[in-house]
């Protein structure tokens, strides 16, 4: 099985978006960042999507993880890495 598409959703000087990233790559995981301070059609499919309006936004898979909290939480409960890995 492969490992699902990371997509976070990102904007400028956001330290919980930093540390979002930050935790992705401690875990070697590829993802795709859209910075939606760059592309205003992107803020509104991220609203679309989550029904929030505040970064980081992130997706593994077609699942929506939430924020950094969100993500943080998951990884001390040992669910993270299981989703990163499609399980």
Do not use: W
Not at 57 to 64: N, R, S, V
């Amino acid at each position: 099985m492969s490992n699902p598409e990371v997509t976070i959703y990102t904007g400028y000087r956001c330290a919980y978006c930093n540390a979002a990233k930050r935790m992705l790559d401690s875990k070697n995981v590829t993802y795709t960042e859209i910075n939606i301070n760059e592309d205003q059609a992107k803020a509104e499919e991220m609203v679309q999507r989550t029904n929030r309006q505040t970064v980081p936004q992130i997706f593994i898979g077609d699942i929506h993880v939430g924020g950094f909290d969100d993500m943080a939480e998951l990884n001390s409960e040992g669910k993270l890495d299981e989703m990163l890995n499609g399980q």
